[in-house]
Protein backbone atom coordinates (compact mmCIF):
# COMPACT_ATOMS: atom_id res chain seq x y z
CA UNK A 1 0.00 0.00 0.00
CA UNK A 2 1.35 3.60 -0.75
CA UNK A 3 1.02 6.71 1.45
CA UNK A 4 1.22 9.97 0.03
CA UNK A 5 2.22 12.90 2.63
CA UNK A 6 2.12 16.22 1.56
CA UNK A 7 4.56 18.61 3.74
CA UNK A 8 2.88 22.18 5.07
CA UNK A 9 1.08 23.85 2.31
CA UNK A 10 0.86 27.32 2.43
CA UNK A 11 -1.62 29.77 1.76
CA UNK A 12 -4.07 29.89 -1.13
CA UNK A 13 -0.92 29.64 -4.15
CA UNK A 14 0.12 26.52 -2.07
CA UNK A 15 -3.00 24.82 -2.80
CA UNK A 16 -4.12 26.48 -6.01
CA UNK A 17 -0.27 24.58 -6.74
CA UNK A 18 -1.15 21.37 -4.67
CA UNK A 19 -4.60 20.86 -6.79
CA UNK A 20 -3.36 21.46 -10.33
CA UNK A 21 -0.14 18.75 -9.80
CA UNK A 22 -1.56 16.22 -7.39
CA UNK A 23 -3.60 14.00 -9.79
CA UNK A 24 -0.25 13.55 -11.70
CA UNK A 25 1.47 12.65 -8.68
CA UNK A 26 -0.90 10.39 -6.97
CA UNK A 27 -0.58 8.62 -10.50
CA UNK A 28 3.02 8.43 -10.43
CA UNK A 29 3.34 7.07 -7.10
CA UNK A 30 0.36 4.66 -7.09
CA UNK A 31 -1.08 6.95 -4.28
CA UNK A 32 -3.84 4.60 -2.17
CA UNK A 33 -3.64 7.91 0.83
CA UNK A 34 -3.15 11.40 0.54
CA UNK A 35 -1.87 12.76 4.18
CA UNK A 36 -1.78 16.92 3.48
CA UNK A 37 -0.37 18.99 6.66
CA UNK A 38 -2.75 22.02 6.50
CA UNK A 39 -2.04 23.88 9.41
CA UNK A 40 -0.75 26.76 7.19
CA UNK A 41 -3.23 26.47 4.22
CA UNK A 42 -4.72 29.73 5.26
CA UNK A 43 -3.49 33.33 3.83
CA UNK A 44 -2.19 34.52 7.13
CA UNK A 45 -1.10 31.16 8.60
CA UNK A 46 -4.21 28.39 10.47
CA UNK A 47 -6.75 26.38 8.56
CA UNK A 48 -9.93 28.01 8.06
CA UNK A 49 -13.04 26.02 6.22
CA UNK A 50 -12.00 27.66 2.49
CA UNK A 51 -8.75 26.00 2.87
CA UNK A 52 -9.64 22.77 4.27
CA UNK A 53 -12.26 22.48 1.73
CA UNK A 54 -9.98 23.34 -0.95
CA UNK A 55 -7.79 20.25 0.53
CA UNK A 56 -10.43 18.06 0.51
CA UNK A 57 -11.54 18.49 -2.71
CA UNK A 58 -8.14 17.45 -3.86
CA UNK A 59 -8.58 14.31 -2.30
CA UNK A 60 -6.46 14.65 0.96
CA UNK A 61 -7.65 11.52 3.31
CA UNK A 62 -6.43 13.48 5.97
CA UNK A 63 -5.76 16.93 7.44
CA UNK A 64 -3.06 17.42 10.26
CA UNK A 65 -1.76 20.23 11.88
CA UNK A 66 0.30 21.92 14.38
CA UNK A 67 1.18 24.20 16.60
CA UNK A 68 -1.13 26.85 14.48
CA UNK A 69 -4.15 24.48 14.54
CA UNK A 70 -6.48 26.99 16.62
CA UNK A 71 -4.68 29.90 14.84
CA UNK A 72 -8.17 31.18 13.52
CA UNK A 73 -11.18 30.95 15.32
CA UNK A 74 -13.10 29.62 13.45
CA UNK A 75 -10.85 26.35 13.65
CA UNK A 76 -12.21 25.86 16.35
CA UNK A 77 -15.71 24.22 15.27
CA UNK A 78 -14.05 23.03 12.04
CA UNK A 79 -12.50 19.52 14.20
CA UNK A 80 -16.03 19.13 14.96
CA UNK A 81 -17.32 19.19 11.55
CA UNK A 82 -14.50 17.66 9.51
CA UNK A 83 -13.43 13.97 10.74
CA UNK A 84 -10.82 14.14 8.67
CA UNK A 85 -8.99 17.00 10.51
CA UNK A 86 -7.09 15.98 13.51
CA UNK A 87 -4.90 18.06 15.78
CA UNK A 88 -1.36 17.18 17.94
CA UNK A 89 -2.65 14.59 20.69
CA UNK A 90 -0.40 16.43 23.37
CA UNK A 91 -2.73 19.49 23.76
CA UNK A 92 -4.35 19.87 27.21
CA UNK A 93 -7.09 17.20 28.37
CA UNK A 94 -10.46 19.23 26.93
CA UNK A 95 -9.09 20.41 23.98
CA UNK A 96 -11.60 20.50 21.04
CA UNK A 97 -10.72 18.01 18.17
CA UNK A 98 -9.14 14.51 17.77
CA UNK A 99 -5.74 13.61 17.36
CA UNK A 100 -6.15 10.22 15.28
CA UNK A 101 -8.06 9.18 12.55
CA UNK A 102 -8.91 5.45 11.50
CA UNK A 103 -9.21 5.42 7.51
CA UNK A 104 -11.11 2.32 6.62
CA UNK A 105 -9.37 0.82 3.78
CA UNK A 106 -11.91 -2.69 3.38
CA UNK A 107 -9.23 -5.05 3.88
CA UNK A 108 -7.45 -3.39 6.43
CA UNK A 109 -7.37 0.24 8.09
CA UNK A 110 -4.49 2.89 8.49
CA UNK A 111 -4.21 5.37 11.66
CA UNK A 112 -3.06 8.83 11.51
CA UNK A 113 -1.74 9.98 14.19
CA UNK A 114 -0.66 14.19 15.14
CA UNK A 115 1.51 14.46 18.01
CA UNK A 116 3.74 18.16 18.25
CA UNK A 117 7.37 18.61 19.51
CA UNK A 118 7.88 20.98 22.71
CA UNK A 119 11.60 21.91 22.23
CA UNK A 120 11.38 25.69 21.04
CA UNK A 121 7.23 25.22 21.20
CA UNK A 122 4.97 25.42 23.20
CA UNK A 123 5.07 23.74 26.83
CA UNK A 124 2.57 20.68 25.84
CA UNK A 125 2.43 17.30 27.09
CA UNK A 126 5.46 15.16 26.89
CA UNK A 127 5.41 13.84 23.10
CA UNK A 128 7.06 10.75 23.82
CA UNK A 129 4.99 9.64 27.23
CA UNK A 130 1.61 10.97 25.37
CA UNK A 131 2.67 8.87 21.97
CA UNK A 132 2.82 5.39 24.30
CA UNK A 133 -0.72 6.18 25.40
CA UNK A 134 -2.20 6.66 21.91
CA UNK A 135 -1.15 4.06 20.46
CA UNK A 136 -2.19 1.43 23.16
CA UNK A 137 -5.97 2.34 21.68
CA UNK A 138 -4.90 1.98 17.85
CA UNK A 139 -5.33 -1.86 16.71
CA UNK A 140 -4.16 -1.58 13.32
CA UNK A 141 -0.37 -2.27 12.77
CA UNK A 142 -0.65 0.51 9.67
CA UNK A 143 0.40 3.98 12.12
CA UNK A 144 1.34 7.39 10.11
CA UNK A 145 2.86 10.01 12.54
CA UNK A 146 2.76 13.80 11.54
CA UNK A 147 5.64 14.33 14.00
CA UNK A 148 4.64 18.45 14.08
CA UNK A 149 8.39 19.40 15.83
CA UNK A 150 11.35 22.37 15.54
CA UNK A 151 13.87 20.22 16.56
CA UNK A 152 15.54 18.08 14.58
CA UNK A 153 17.03 15.98 17.70
CA UNK A 154 13.65 15.66 19.31
CA UNK A 155 12.14 14.40 15.76
CA UNK A 156 15.16 11.59 15.16
CA UNK A 157 14.45 10.51 18.76
CA UNK A 158 11.07 10.28 18.17
CA UNK A 159 11.83 8.19 14.92
CA UNK A 160 13.62 5.50 16.97
CA UNK A 161 11.29 5.86 20.08
CA UNK A 162 8.77 4.13 18.06
CA UNK A 163 10.68 2.46 15.36
CA UNK A 164 8.92 -0.89 15.04
CA UNK A 165 6.01 0.73 16.54
CA UNK A 166 4.77 2.77 14.03
CA UNK A 167 4.88 2.34 10.24
CA UNK A 168 6.05 6.28 9.09
CA UNK A 169 7.65 9.12 11.55
CA UNK A 170 7.07 12.23 9.06
CA UNK A 171 8.55 15.38 10.72
CA UNK A 172 6.88 18.60 9.54
CA UNK A 173 6.99 21.94 11.07
CA UNK A 174 10.38 23.11 9.19
CA UNK A 175 9.24 24.27 5.87
CA UNK A 176 12.72 22.61 4.75
CA UNK A 177 12.81 19.28 3.10
CA UNK A 178 15.73 17.32 4.80
CA UNK A 179 17.70 15.00 3.31
CA UNK A 180 17.72 11.74 5.72
CA UNK A 181 14.51 9.84 4.52
CA UNK A 182 15.26 6.40 5.43
CA UNK A 183 13.75 3.20 6.54
CA UNK A 184 15.07 2.53 10.10
CA UNK A 185 16.11 -0.89 11.30
CA UNK A 186 12.97 -2.28 12.83
CA UNK A 187 10.82 -1.20 9.84
CA UNK A 188 9.53 2.23 10.37
CA UNK A 189 9.89 4.73 7.50
CA UNK A 190 11.49 8.20 8.37
CA UNK A 191 12.29 11.71 7.44
CA UNK A 192 12.93 15.06 9.91
CA UNK A 193 11.27 17.01 7.71
CA UNK A 194 8.77 16.43 4.57
CA UNK A 195 9.23 20.07 3.63
CA UNK A 196 6.27 22.78 2.38
CA UNK A 197 4.24 23.07 -0.75
CA UNK A 198 3.59 26.76 -1.88
CA UNK A 199 6.00 29.61 -2.86
CA UNK A 200 10.09 28.37 -3.83
CA UNK A 201 11.65 32.05 -3.91
CA UNK A 202 10.31 32.83 -0.33
CA UNK A 203 11.40 32.39 3.18
CA UNK A 204 9.21 29.51 4.62
CA UNK A 205 6.51 30.88 2.04
CA UNK A 206 7.15 34.41 3.56
CA UNK A 207 8.26 37.34 1.22
CA UNK A 208 11.81 37.40 1.47
CA UNK A 209 12.38 41.25 2.04
CA UNK A 210 9.83 40.74 4.62
CA UNK A 211 11.36 38.04 6.85
CA UNK A 212 14.90 39.74 6.27
CA UNK A 213 13.91 42.87 7.80
CA UNK A 214 12.64 41.06 10.51
CA UNK A 215 15.08 39.33 11.50
CA UNK A 216 17.86 42.28 10.76
CA UNK A 217 16.19 45.15 12.59
CA UNK A 218 13.68 42.93 14.69
CA UNK A 219 11.04 45.53 13.88
CA UNK A 220 7.38 44.25 14.74
CA UNK A 221 6.77 42.75 10.64
CA UNK A 222 3.26 41.70 9.09
CA UNK A 223 4.34 38.69 7.37
CA UNK A 224 2.52 38.65 3.63
CA UNK A 225 2.93 35.37 1.41
CA UNK A 226 4.97 35.48 -1.53
CA UNK A 227 4.18 35.50 -5.00
CA UNK A 228 6.57 33.46 -6.21
CA UNK A 229 6.14 30.46 -8.57
CA UNK A 230 4.87 27.63 -5.93
CA UNK A 231 6.76 23.87 -5.42
CA UNK A 232 5.86 20.53 -4.04
CA UNK A 233 7.51 18.68 -0.97
CA UNK A 234 6.36 15.38 -0.02
CA UNK A 235 7.26 11.66 0.98
CA UNK A 236 5.62 8.60 -0.35
CA UNK A 237 5.57 5.26 1.84
CA UNK A 238 5.46 2.07 0.23
CA UNK A 239 4.62 -0.79 3.29
CA UNK A 240 2.99 -3.74 4.06
CA UNK A 241 -0.70 -3.29 5.05
CA UNK A 242 -0.68 -6.76 6.92
CA UNK A 243 2.55 -6.13 9.38
CA UNK A 244 2.68 -2.38 9.41
CA UNK A 245 6.33 -1.75 8.45
CA UNK A 246 7.64 0.08 5.42
CA UNK A 247 9.39 -1.53 2.39
CA UNK A 248 10.62 1.94 1.42
CA UNK A 249 10.21 6.11 1.70
CA UNK A 250 10.24 8.52 -1.45
CA UNK A 251 11.15 11.90 -1.01
CA UNK A 252 9.58 14.59 -3.86
CA UNK A 253 9.94 17.98 -4.46
CA UNK A 254 7.51 18.59 -7.84
CA UNK A 255 7.80 21.91 -9.76
Do not use: W
Request: with cysteine.
Amino acid sequence: MNLMFIGDVVGASGCRFLASKIRELKLKYMTDILVVNGENSATGNGITGVSANMLMQLGADVITTGNHAFKRHEAQKLYDELPCLIRPANFPEGVIGKSVHILDMGRTSVAVVNLMGVTYLEPLDNPFTVIDSVLQKIETPNIILDFHAEATSEKKAMGYYLDGRVTAVIGTHTHVQTSDAQVLPNGTAYITDAGMTGPEESVLGVQKELAISKLRYRFPTRFVEAQTPCFINGVSVDFDERTGKARSITPFIER
